[in-house]
Nanobody
Framework: QVQLAESGGGLVQAVGSLTLSCTAS????????LGWYRQAPGKQRELVAT???????NYKDSVKGRFTVSTDNAKNTVYLQMNSLNPEDTGVYYC??????????WGQGTQVTVSS
């Protein structure tokens, strides 16, 4: 079984920056995709950014140009660099991975709060 440990959330003022990180441990066999989702109060969980092992990325339209997802494959770690944050980015951010055959796994979430 894989475990995902997130860090880096917190409170930041608008136009500020934060970097989230998530490290996978345990059974990290054949991770094909890593990324981040978020859930704002009263809203459904939504995709923020994902990155495949081949480097292909996918971003939510509203974060393009502001957020960057990257990985350190040797450390099974995924990062989310978030710049120019605004209050609409507030929410719980969840680390997400997909493993071949085993399916997906989620972290426990880290709170990001952007004040205006």
């Amino acid at each position: 079984q894989v475990q995902l440990a997130e860090s880096g959330g917190g409170l930041v003022q608008a136009v500020g920056s934060l970097t989230l990180s998530c490290t996978a441990s345990g059974n990290t066999f054949s991770i094909t995709t890593l990324g981040w989702y978020r859930q704002a109060p009263g809203k459904q969980r939504e995709l923020v950014a994902t990155i495949r092992r081949n480097g292909d990325t996918n971003y939510k339209d509203s974060v393009k140009g502001r957020f960057t997802v990257s990985t350190d494959n040797a450390k099974n770690t995924v990062y989310l660099q978030m710049n120019s944050l605004n209050p609409e980015d507030t929410g719980v951010y969840y680390c997400y991975i997909v493993q071949f055959v085993l399916g997906d796994a989620w972290g426990q979430g880290t709170q990001v709060t952007v004040s205006s």
